[in-house]
């Protein structure tokens, strides 16, 4: 049974024709466009009214946070489920942007394409879930005061009942690029998501670069936890092998002395703009989000 709903839930995922896809690319670089804002104070307002018009429930969860440089901060995290049953798969990404000397970052790369990314896959997942009712729960949270060390997150596992979470997906920096990367550092816990994600790379023949090292994010929350977590994120292929040699290229990675990764160079800048986001790209990993959430789930009620 588990196997004939995996074959048919799978089977079923949603092709676009090109009109459609050109028109999802469109709509998602509209979205993007509105991220722009001074202060994450807007960006959650600009989360909440996302949400609302593709018609996503959400929960806002308020906490005390901030850090000895900021101080006392509240901060939202911003929480969306999608079907019911004992069990979570929980899919994380934040949305609050660096402050910069003297202004703020747009925040595209970091993180508002792992947003619409997210939104993206709530919707499949919804419509996914309407079509074959799956006893399972996806549970998004969109988390606050990651840039000031990933505060929203751990807030919202403290409250979370843990005994119910199977798996957590995370994505951090995804604006652009048809090559997705992943962390394999979250521990002996996450072996079967990695099969799960290499699985869904191979099938789907899209270009999955694993780092040994990979950069931290909201993940870390929960692999000190003891939890299986994936962290992914998308680069161009150049850039995505630029950034697994910086991280894992030891002494001597064939890198020129002193090269940063260009995404390096933008995230945590004024060069982090909207001229970076790629509707497209970001479409394909928010449905590629999707599906894998859903592969996990069939595998874990499988005893995968």
Known sequence: MIRTLLSAALGAALVATPASAQDAAADLETAAAAWVQPSNAERFRVLTEQLTAAGLDYEVQAFEGGNGRTGPLEGRNVVVTIGRGPVDIVLTAHYD????????????VDNAGSVLAMMQAAVRLRETSAAEPFPYRYVFVFTDQEELGL????KWLESADRSRIAA????DVAAYGDTVMYGENNGEQSAGLLRALRL?????AVTCV???????SDDRVFSAAGL??????TQD?????????????GETPGL??????????????????????????VARFGAFIADLALRIAIDHAAGG
């Open 200 to 204: 869904q790379c191979a099938e789907r």
């Open 97 to 108: 942007a660096v402050p910069l000397e003297g202004g703020f970052s747009q925040g595209i």
């Open 256 to 281: 020129r002395e002193g090269f940063v990764p260009p995404v390096f160079q933008r995230i945590h800048s004024t060069g982090d703009v909207l001229d970076l986001f790629e509707g497209e790209d």
């Open 237 to 249: 292929a150049i850039g995505a092998h630029q950034m697994w040699l910086a991280f894992n290229g």
């Open 168 to 171: 957590v997906i995370n994505a």
């Open 210 to 216: 694993g780092f040994p090292v990979y950069p931290p």
């Open 228 to 233: 299986p977590v994936l962290s992914l994120g």
């Open 151 to 154: 505060i929203g997150a751990r």
